[in-house]
């Protein structure tokens, strides 16, 4: 992770910004208006039909265009929302940087429209279980400030390219943050398939599917089947089956520079399809062959000062919690 840090510059402005005094009993920050210049354009993307999205988006909007910064979002945002609105596809061509304001859905989507033009991405978080988005809303302006001010930390995540080969002579190229996942279509039987790495046989299974996760999406899909965390900055892929029918068919780790190549074996009804980070790219049938491999671009994450990856793990899995000792406490204090 390489941290970047600018000194902010104390003179203010005539005109710009605002400034404070510190007196007895009264203590207000200055904020320098001439914050950093690397972010002049920033896109804010989110669900605003959400109420708990549409407030944050709302308070960014406006801290941004007070802080002098381009702001863009989608034509569907509301007619009060402060920017400009652009179309979804010209957004990252233009933008510094992307502020998703919801879920991890939200920074996967967000993803995909910044992956072209290599548009960093900022995460806050307004869904349940997210991994990804890391500010707090409640914390929202004030690590932003700090973003805008030069101070935060870059991180570089992999991505995965997938490409879907049909019998029919069509190629169906997909993109995905966290995995590409061959999966059961319908109500079809247990899909059986054939796996190798780097051109070389790994296996034959039978289950529910398969999962090929970056480090990213370790923490995803690829975890609820038993997959291993991975730490982001590893140059991994994890290779997970999904309820596999035999016990000792387990998870591999293998290095990202090697592809993975996956093909149906046909059975009597079986059905199957592929996704890319929950997106249904085609049917997947015995004629198809499915690659996988790590793409050239690369997603960029900026985390403001005090980013922990371990933190966010004992937080969201409740690492360290004894729920034995947290009872006992609750029902002493009712005693």
């Given at each position: ?38 972010f002049n354009t920033i896109a804010i993307m989110g669900r605003h039909e959400d109420p ?182 590893l140059d991994a892929i994890v290779v997970v089956p999904v309820c596999p029918h035999t ?89």
């Amino acid at each position: 992770m390489v941290v970047w840090k600018r000194k902010a510059n104390n003179r203010l402005a005539v005109g710009q910004g605002f400034a404070t005094i510190h007196r007895v009993g009264v203590f207000l920050t200055i904020v320098s208006s001439l914050m950093s210049k690397e972010f002049n354009t920033i896109a804010i993307m989110g669900r605003h039909e959400d109420p708990r999205v549409a407030e944050p988006v709302a308070a960014l909007a406006s801290y941004l265009t007070k802080a002098e910064v381009d702001v863009v979002t989608v034509p569907e945002s509301p007619a009060g929302l402060s920017g400009r609105r652009l179309p979804e596809a010209e957004i990252a061509a233009v933008s510094d940087l992307i502020i998703a304001v919801g879920g991890d859905g939200t920074m996967l989507y967000a993803a995909r429209l910044a992956r072209k033009d290599n548009v960093p991405l900022l995460g806050v978080n307004r869904g349940r279980l997210g991994f990804l988005a890391d500010v707090t809303p409640d914390e929202m302006l004030q690590s932003l400030r700090k973003v805008l001010d030069g101070e935060y930390s870059r991180e570089s995540r992999l991505l995965l390219d997938a490409r879907l080969e049909t019998s029919d002579g069509n190629v169906i190229n997909a993109a995905a943050m966290n995995d590409i996942v061959l999966q059961r279509r319908g109500a079809g039987r247990m899909l059986d398939f054939e796996t190798s790495i780097a051109g070389q046989f790994v296996n034959t299974h039978s289950g529910d599917g398969l999962i090929v996760a970056t480090p990213t999406g370790s923490t995803a899909y690829a975890l609820s089947c038993g997959g291993p965390i991975i730490e982001p900055q590893l140059d991994a892929i994890v290779v997970v089956p999904v309820c596999p029918h035999t016990l000792s068919d387990r998870p591999v780790v293998v290095p990202a520079n090697l592809e993975i190549e996956v093909r149906l074996l046909e059975r009597a009804d079986t059905q199957a399809e592929v996704a890319a980070d929950g997106h249904s790219i085609g049917a997947f049938t015995g004629k198809d062959r499915l690659l996988i491999g790590a793409a050239d671009e690369r997603i960029t994450l900026i985390h403001p000062p005090g980013y922990d990856f371990y933190e966010i793990l004992r937080s969201k899995l409740h690492w360290g919690r004894d729920s034995r000792v947290r009872h006992v406490v609750e029902d002493s204090g009712k005693q």
